[in-house]
């Protein structure tokens, strides 16, 4: 069955960076592209970018752009998203999740990011 | 961006009732809206696909439809593991963009 297993939780300061991984199982990983999508508390679900594992071709939020990059190690079935200059606000719940012609079908279990001081 | 307004945020129900959720699109998506459930601490379930197709496995009286750029999940018959949130997602274009929620309680 399809799964995405995401990393653990993370506690950064302020201006740091937070690097996650979404490993891909159940399916062949290059044949799908990859969301990351994050929902911080109280707000609704906020989508970040994809990216191709097939090809690498990616696409960013404009909100985002300048601040996060997706990779993929297809060797891995891994996808990876960092974000930097973090800030209060990017407390949130991130997920990944696997995209397809009609949209997501399947979503990571999420990874908790604490921004604090 | 396409702006998704979902109605009501909550509804107190009952097991039984018949439950419809609706979301509006603030532009023509086509069919290219998405239906999620998710429950506290879990990741969102894709309920209903393309407006109206039932996503493997997700169980019958679960329904979509749209008209132009409103777009209804109903609920037949509530059952007691259908209490959670409800999401709206436009998968037409980037920004992928979601509604705000509705969350179903218990009466």
């Known amino acids: 069955q399809v799964q995405l297993v995401q990393s653990g939780a993370e506690v950064k300061e302020p201006g740091a960076s937070v690097k996650f991984s979404c490993r891909a199982s159940g399916y062949t990983f290059t044949s799908y592209v990859m969301h990351w999508v994050r929902q911080a508390p109280g707000q609704r679900f906020e989508w970040m970018g994809w990216?191709?594992?097939?090809?690498?071709?990616?696409k960013y939020s404009q909100k985002f752009q300048g601040r996060v990059i997706v990779t993929r190690d297809t060797s891995a079935s891994t996808a990876y998203m960092e974000l930097s200059s973090l800030r209060s606000e990017d407390t949130a719940v991130y997920y990944c999740?696997?995209?397809?012609?009609?949209?997501?079908?399947?979503w990571g279990q999420g990874t908790l990011v604490t921004v604090s001081s | 961006d396409i702006q998704m307004t979902q109605s009501p945020s909550s509804l107190s129900t009952s097991v039984g009732d018949r439950v419809t959720i609706t979301c509006r699109a603030s532009?023509?998506?086509?069919?290219?809206l998405n239906w999620y459930q998710q429950k506290p601490g879990k990741a969102p379930k894709l309920l209903i696909y393309a407006a109206s197709s039932l996503q493997n496995g997700v169980p019958s009286r679960f329904s979509g439809s749209e008209s132009g750029t409103d777009f209804t999940l109903t609920i037949s018959s509530l059952q007691p593991e259908d209490f959670a949130t409800y999401y709206c997602q436009q998968s037409y274009t980037t920004p992928l963009t979601f509604g705000g929620g509705t969350r179903v309680e218990i009466k």
């Open positions: 990216i191709n594992p097939g090809n690498g071709d990616r």
């Open positions: 999740a696997r995209g397809y012609s009609s949209g997501i079908d399947y």
């Open positions: 532009q023509s998506i086509s069919s290219y």
